[in-house]
Every structure is written in C-alpha cells, then in structure tokens.
C-alpha cells in the first residue's frame, strides 16, 4: 500500500481496438471481476475514470476510460502499474486485491505469522511472512483457501508443518 492508501492492482497489459480500450491484467485473489463505471484508476501522474470495463478473462479486464480516446492514447500507458483505493475494487463481487493481503496475519496451527510482503507473478504467487527464525515464503493460494476475516485482517488457514523452518 502506498502512502496515500492506493493499492496496486494490476498493470496495463495492452491496447485493444482502435477506442482507447486496454486490457488490465489485474492482481487479486480470484477471477478477474469487470470494475464499476466512475472507478478510478491511478497510473503515474494520471488518474483514469473508468467509463466502462467488462470481464475479458480469468486474470483481466478491459476498461474505457475518460480522456483515453485513441489506441495511440493507450499504447502510451502499456506496461504501467495501476493503483486503486480499496475502497473501489473490494466487497460483494470483487476479489480481493493480492497486496491488501501485507500486513494480515496467517493463523495456522496456533501460530501467528504477520505477512510482510506479497511477490506477485501470475505463475506462483507468494507471500513472505514472518516466522520465529525469521521471514519465509509461502504460496498464495494457501491464503486463498483459508478462511479471510476482513476486519481482523487475518487468515486462518493450515501451512504445511516445517514450512517456516525453510
């Protein structure tokens, strides 16, 4: 999270049409869940109103947005990280973006283990928690099968036994 409360939730994957379109390859737990009209989207100096987005596939959306009105718009904006306030992009329908995830605690086994840092890449992603003999690394998904308490920021979920001994 950044120190305005923005949150990374993707990157601009590419341009798509001649419009403006793009496709944003989103990072959140879950299929990738179009956003809503108004969102907007923080990308470097800019912010993008969302006009429109829809569901292109398990891991992106493809958004139209205001002041974006050509494919040469767009291509300028190819490869760069976009940031959100959480506040747009979570609750009913919306996965949960992978990096509001730093800062929870995993509850596996009577143990506490704050997460201290998400690597995120599409194949594996992980999360670096904090064990008794210091950091180690944990598949994503094992958050994504146990059980989120939102509001106590914590996961309960079982890790593999010796996990943190690695």
Do not use: I
């Not at 923080?42 to 829809?54: I, P, T, Y």
């Not at 670096?128 to 509001?151: H, I």
């Amino acid at each position: 999270m950044t120190d305005s409360g923005l949150v990374c939730y993707g990157f601009f994957e590419k341009p798509q049409g001649l419009s403006g379109r793009l496709v944003l390859r989103v990072f959140v737990m879950g299929r990738a869940a179009a956003l809503s009209p108004g969102t907007v989207l923080h990308c470097g100096e800019r912010d993008l109103q969302v006009l429109s987005s829809r569901e292109k596939d398990q891991v992106s959306v493809t958004v139209e947005m205001k002041g974006v009105l050509s494919g040469e718009d767009a291509l300028t904006l190819k490869g760069e990280e976009v940031f959100v306030h959480p506040g747009q992009v979570t609750g009913p329908g919306f996965p949960m973006p992978v990096y509001l995830f730093e800062g929870f605690e995993v509850l596996s086994r009577g143990h506490r283990f704050p997460v201290l840092k998400v690597d995120w890449n599409p194949v594996n992603p992980q999360v670096v928690l904090s064990g008794p003999k210091g950091p180690f690394w944990a598949p994503m998904n094992l958050l994504a099968l146990g059980k989120v308490d939102y509001e106590a920021r914590e996961v309960l979920t079982e890790l593999p036994e010796g996990l943190e001994d690695l």
